[in-house]
């Protein structure tokens, strides 16, 4: 029987890290060139896709709870929403386990299939004797490319291109390259050909995302290099910032640092995640460096960049991390005084070397040394931002609320660091960047004022 064609709405909820929202660009292209209409609420649509995370045991619980948050929109008598699954979590336990684990869910996919959604929900629905949805002609968008930005990120302004994906590092407490796999770059004309048509849609900051950056090209033939690939996306004319999201610490050389330094479309801003200091530590995680080393790398970075902001990533509560190791780590930041940092609680993963290790830590303990840092990190950023305070800066607006604008300086990467608060004697344009004068600086946030005479 041939099912009748009608409008189908779709939401997609994105969890996990920004190579995530990479994917559900994806899903959402493959779904809207399929004919399915996105929207923003989950809960008023027929079709929710959930891009789940399974980084750590944290990330787990949020995967179901949202699964079952989503599954709880069920009417029973349409059977709307149908509630499908991708994206890592179904990566590292597989679909089939997963659909049995949870018989309410309608379907899982691997995020490998990501560019095929809108051909797996038709078929879906075709099984079940529904509605298929109305095919819609998109003239302006160029069908054989995928990665189109959803209307949110273009209206911010802000694209996350995904340059490469997998690891080839083994990292005791990570599980990424059992599901990721082996690092595999994309080559530098795809990604010019991504950011060239993002740029034409009205993206102005571009945010490069892999598990780590510093490798892009070296898979390839022939090979190429990430400065390689930023010299060409700095020719993009409607770009105004280039971000890079994350750079392994200890193969942060030079050459990179004096491209940034030498190239006004580079944002000033380094995330170099180094999950610990203690060289006991380090060396159960399985990875490079110690103090001495990464005190130098700030202080080069700071020398060869000026104005740069730093952000750093460390785990606490690592197996066999006592006082000692502990106040060491506070000790550093306390000393090295970064611009962000991020705070991860270590969390048992299985199929991990650190699963094995003994010395585990009590909750309670990591939670208050958690609490230590972010008192320490507090203040420090506290005195970054009042040193802002008078200048004229860039900031780009992402949003309005009540009559004020919200916006980000290039110190501030999306969604994880501090945010901008403009008063403007005038209507500010979502999406592009102003400058505006810092008036006051608070724990983690500016004020600001935009004046047009």
Partial sequence: MKTEAVE???????LGCDKNKVDSEIIAASMTEAGFTQIEQPEKAQIVIINTCSFIQPAIIETLDTLFAAIGYKDEKSGYPIVAACGCFVDRYGSEFITNQIPELDLSFSIQNGSKAGMILSSYLSSRNLPQPTIQEYAN????????????????????????????????FCTIPSFKGKHRSVPSEKILQICSTKARLGIKELNLVAQDLLPYGSD???????????????????????????????FVD????????????MVKYLDIPMQHIHPKILRAMNRPGNPEK?????????????????????????PGEGDDEFTELKHFIQEIKLNHIGIFLYADEEKTKAFAQKSKVDSQT?????????????????????RLVGRTIPVLIEEEINGEYVGRTQWDAP???????????????????????ITESLDYDLLAEYRSY
């Fill in 254 to 265: 030079m050459e990179i640092l004096e491209f940034i330094a030498a190239n006004p479309k």
């Fill in 220 to 250: 390839l033939q022939p090979p190429q290099s990430l400065t390689g690939l930023l010299g060409r996306l700095n020719t993009i004319p409607e770009v105004e910032w280039i971000r890079l999201l994350y750079l392994y610490p200890d």
């Fill in 294 to 318: 990464y005190i130098r790398l700030i202080e080069n970075i700071r020398r060869t960049v000026p104005d740069v902001a730093i952000r750093s990533s460390f785990i606490l509560g690592y």
């Fill in 141 to 172: 968008l160029p069908s054989s490319y995928l990665q189109l930005s959803e209307a949110t990120m273009i209206k911010r302004g802000v694209a996350f291109i995904r340059i490469s994906d997998g690891c080839n590092k083994s990292c005791s």
């Fill in 366 to 386: 990591v939670e208050e040394r958690r609490d230590k840092i972010m008192m320490v990190q507090q203040e420090i950023s506290q005195n970054h931002l009042a």
């Fill in 415 to 437: 969604e994880v660091d501090g945010q901008t608060f403009v008063l403007s004697n005038e209507p500010l344009q979502k999406g592009r960047i102003y400058s505006v004068e």
């Fill in 8 to 14: 189908i709405s779709f939401a997609i909820i994105t």
